[in-house]
């Protein structure tokens, strides 16, 4: 079973196609439905995102 994504592996994101790699649900098959786990997977990329530009923040 993979682990959870959470905010802090935003710092191993180099380019945009970094995201799709990383974003992992671990109950995906456990989610009502596809849609369901697909709603929760661009859940966990926006956040991904956000804490990027927050780390740009503080980088500039």
Do not use: C, G
């Amino acid at each position: 079973m993979s682990l959870r994504t959470y905010e802090k592996n935003a710092k191993n994101i180099e380019i945009a196609s970094d995201v799709d790699e990383i974003v992992k649900d671990k109950r995906k098959n456990w989610r009502a439905n596809s849609a369901k786990a697909s709603q929760r997977q661009r859940r966990y990329k926006k956040r991904l995102i956000k804490q990027l530009l927050i780390l740009k923040d503080i980088n500039d």
